[in-house]
């Protein structure tokens, strides 16, 4: 499953780690937890004209109590920040598998509230 880890990452909530990779951070709030994930552009699913999670982790979210997903994603000039609630990633999320990795979540950015930090 995931394992999180008792320090910070990047000074803010626990550290998500899956096989090895950081996937990004937890931040407790008061009803549950927001996670927040690193992207870069180059991970944008042009055929689906979105952002991908691996769902086994999105599952164990759920059953933890995460209620947002925030999506960072960093690009040569600016960041973009994709917030969403993670019942939006269940109900709307395309499954995607390709044989090198775990089955995905493709979550449209039309499901998303999006903004932009220069």
């Given amino acids: 499953m995931v394992e999180l ?7 803010k909530g626990k550290q998500v780690i899956w096989r090895g990779k950081k996937l990004g951070y937890l931040i407790p709030e008061k ?3 927001t996670f927040v994930a690193l992207k870069k552009k180059e991970h944008f699913f042009w055929q689906y004209l979105g952002y991908a999670l691996n769902k086994q982790m999105l599952e164990y979210f759920k059953q933890i109590g995460v209620k947002k997903i ?3 994603v960093r690009g040569k000039k600016n960041t973009e920040i994709y917030t969403s609630t993670i ?3 269940f109900n709307y999320g ?9 089955p995905q979540l493709v979550l449209p950015i039309k499901y ?6 220069k």
């Fill in 5 to 11: 880890l008792d320090k910070e990452f990047g000074g």
């Fill in 31 to 33: 009803f549950g937890y």
């Fill in 70 to 72: 925030i999506l960072k």
């Fill in 87 to 89: 019942d939006k990633w």
């Fill in 94 to 102: 395309i499954t995607y598998r390709h044989p090198n990795y775990e």
């Fill in 112 to 117: 998303m509230e999006a903004h932009v930090i």
